[in-house]
């Protein structure tokens, strides 16, 4: 498995990962209608623009395959006092969890914001899904819940932080 910083060219195969494991991931969460509606083309397109601010990162196999992607930045909401990063997303096919692909992406993430000069990170994850566990076993402790809408359904989000990284 290698992980690379993501080319433009990644769009197509992280739009796939990222609608493929949005269904797998949420299903039974999300509204079904929701999950339906997501394009491939819509998210590549999304990809195109955001993959040229240099925050996301790729887990490709060695025939070149993209089966999953992480990204990060700065903390967006400013509602979390001291923690200036963010994990925006780890995302990876289902059959690619459990092997230890998404750490070392997060672990790309926290070098990228290191590099950025940010110090701590939070990560929102939906309630009920099976990733709290991991963002726990990498060292997030839970700091806050937050209601959302998504496919006109109430969830709930669970913060997670990281004091120092």
């Known amino acids: 498995m290698k992980l690379r910083k993501a080319v433009t ?3 197509k195969g992280i739009a796939k990962v990222h609608v493929d494991s949005w269904r797998t991931t949420y ?3 999300i509204p079904d209608a929701f999950l339906e509606q997501l394009s491939y083309k819509e998210r590549e397109q999304m990809w195109i623009s955001a993959i040229p601010g240099g925050h996301v990162y790729v887990a490709e196999t060695g025939a070149g395959k993209i089966v999953g992607f992480a990204c990060g930045g700065k903390e967006r909401s400013g509602k979390f ?5 963010e994990l925006y997303a780890v995302y990876l096919l289902a059959e ?4 230890g ?3 070392k992406l997060a672990d ?4 990228h914001l290191q590099g950025m000069g940010l110090t701590s990170m939070i990560v929102l994850v939906l309630e009920g899904n ?21 496919g006109g359904k109430t969830v709930y989000e669970l913060v997670y932080g990281w004091e120092k990284i």
Do not use: L, P
């Open 9 to 11: 060219a990644d769009a």
């Open 27 to 29: 299903k039974n969460m």
């Open 81 to 85: 006092k001291g923690y200036d990063g």
């Open 96 to 99: 690619y969890q459990g092997k």
């Open 101 to 103: 692909i998404g750490k």
């Open 108 to 111: 790309a993430v926290k070098q």
């Open 130 to 150: 099976g990733a709290c566990r991991f963002y726990e076993a990498i060292g997030g402790k839970q700091i806050g819940r937050m209601e959302d809408k998504i």
